[in-house]
T-cell receptor, first 115, second 113 residues
Framework: DTGVSQDPRHKITKRGQNVTFRCDPI?????LYWYRQTLGQGPEFLTY????????KSRLLSDRFSAERPKGSFSTLEIQRTEQGDSAMYLC?????????????FGPGTRLTVL | DQQVKQNSPSLSVQEGRISILNCDYT??????FLWYKKYPAEGPTFLIS?????DKNEDGRFTVFLNKSAKHLSLHIVPSQPGDSAVYFC????????????FGTGTRLKVLA
């Protein structure tokens, strides 16, 4: 399978706990994105990497959220001190970076439930 | 503020007929528009796109129309098939040096056999 993969697919945690999600992009894709989707809404942009550099962060990304992409390959998204409002589907996408606007390929998402 | 709007949360169409999904946007800086389809428990998958220098793009049964003066785009599916039943998201991207997409809230299409 050469698509975008995300792990875990589901995560249930208690309020106040830290969680970490992983995204493996399509091989050789330079750009990697994180989005969040809540019920009845479309995906909302969180952050974007060009190789290992984090080039843009949304104001939705509070200081409890941190994302990394070491060596420009996989990426992790960590949420510290989770709150019930963090419950959502977290989507990762990657694109080739060969054009200014290029197709983003999405993974299946990680569904987070904060109790 | 919702820069990309899909005002119809749901749409039902008979198999074989045309499905028309609509999308409106407010930011005139958007220059690239895309449609994604999403099945339950899967991530969105790319369907078709259009650059702002065009007013129509066609790919098989799917055609996207762009009316820049009205800041409106639509996706036509002809003929509609039961397998097209999914949530459709309109997305836009701009020229401000960002590569992110701004998504609408989605329209759930149900194609009735």
């Amino acid at each position: 399978d050469t698509g975008v993969s995300q792990d875990p697919r589901h995560k249930i945690t208690k309020r106040g706990q830290n969680v970490t999600f992983r995204c493996d992009p399509i091989s050789e894709h330079n750009r990697l994105y994180w989005y969040r989707q809540t019920l009845g809404q479309g995906p909302e942009f969180l952050t974007y990497f060009q190789n290992e550099a984090q080039l843009e962060k949304s104001r939705l990304l509070s200081d409890r959220f941190s994302a990394e992409r070491p060596k420009g390959s996989f990426s992790t998204l960590e949420i510290q001190r989770t709150e019930q409002g963090d419950s959502a589907m977290y989507l990762c996408a990657s694109s080739s970076g060969l054009a200014r606007v290029d197709e983003q390929f999405f993974g299946p998402g990680t569904r987070l439930t904060v109790l | 503020d919702q820069q990309v709007k899909q005002n119809s949360p749901s749409l039902s169409v008979q198999e074989g007929r045309i499905s028309i999904l609509n999308c409106d946007y407010t930011n005139s800086m958007f220059d690239y528009f895309l449609w994604y389809k999403k099945y339950p428990a899967e991530g969105p998958t790319f369907l078709i796109s259009i650059s702002s220098i065009k007013d129509k793009n066609e790919d098989g049964r799917f055609t996207v129309f762009l009316n820049k003066s009205a800041k409106h785009l639509s996706l036509h599916i002809v003929p509609s098939q039961p397998g097209d039943s999914a949530v459709y998201f309109c997305a836009a991207s701009g020229t401000s040096g960002t590569y992110k997409y701004i998504f609408g809230t989605g329209t759930r299409l149900k194609v009735l056999a």
